[in-house]
């Protein structure tokens, strides 16, 4: 793994289109290794873009992205994605343990079943999310907060040391949303890199060590007190009619 102050995740004059819509526009950064950063900028600024480009998902049309040395596609094995909530359905009759086993697909090849490895690993990413007690479980009866646990537990359980997430925050109540924080500024400590797409800039400024500010260009990227500050939030939502509630510094 690189040192903490070497970038694990490089963009270089990255450019997104969908058609005519220009939706990440020459973002040039990097991110720290072994860092946690929340994404932020108003809806449509290119914040899930910036997470699908770094997974290999979204076509550039300029630029490049690197995850250590590597293309993002040859990089797969070191990436977990967690997905907005919204987008889960709910309701599929399969079991908390059923869920995090599937973070082990990916290295299982289309023959091969599950291994003892494959068995502990997931016992694993149980047991550090909290939720062994759960497995049996149909996902539907969780609590936000247990649900989105599940999620994180199934990155675990892919064996990578960088997650990507996608609005994680979205839909928990207080207490998910501070045990949720409780995970990820302990992810940091352990050396694992968090990039996350965030909406509350009070959440990001609690909870995250460095921010990235988009308004489909690159408005500030840095320490997160450096990068939220009042003049880069005016900039970064002057389009979205005025600064959300939640995006206001507190």
């Known amino acids: 793994m690189p040192p903490p102050d070497q970038n694990i995740i490089t963009f270089r004059g990255v450019t997104v289109r969908y058609g005519r819509l220009t939706a990440l526009r020459d973002i040039t950064l990097g991110i720290p290794c072994g860092s946690s950063t929340a994404v932020l900028g108003r809806n449509g600024a290119g ?8 997974l290999g998902w979204q076509r550039l049309h300029a630029g490049e992205i690197r995850v250590g040395d590597a293309h993002p596609h ?19 009759p399969i079991t908390v343990r059923g869920v995090v086993e599937q973070g082990r697909y990916p290295s299982l090849g ?28 149909q996902i539907r009866r969780l609590s936000g907060g247990q649900q989105q ?8 359980a892919q064996g990578g040391d960088i997650f990507l997430l996608d609005e994680p925050f979205a839909g928990l109540d207080l207490a998910g949303s501070e045990e949720l924080a409780h ?12 990039m996350a797409a965030v909406h509350d800039v009070a959440i990001a400024r609690r909870c995250f060590a460095h ?22 939030i005016d ?4 389009q979205a009619g005025g600064v959300p509630a939640e995006a206001t510094l507190r």
Request: charged share 25%; proline share 3%; glycine share 8%.
């Open 149 to 156: 646990r599940v999620f994180l537990a199934r990155a675990l």
């Open 74 to 92: 040859h990089a797969r094995p070191r990436m977990a994605y967690v997905p907005q909530r919204h987008s889960i359905d709910w309701d599929f």
């Open 235 to 238: 900039l970064a939502y002057r």
């Open 47 to 54: 914040k899930s873009t910036l997470l699908r480009a770094v």
């Open 183 to 194: 995970i990820l500024r302990g992810w940091e400590e352990q050396g694992r890199t968090v």
């Open 110 to 137: 289309l023959f091969r079943g599950m291994g003892r490895a494959d068995h502990e690993r997931v016992d694993r990413a149980m047991e550090e999310l909290g939720i062994s007690g759960l497995a049996g479980r």
């Open 211 to 232: 921010a990235i500010l988009l308004d489909t260009g690159l408005v500030a990227a840095g320490p997160t007190a450096e990068v939220l500050t009042a003049a880069n």
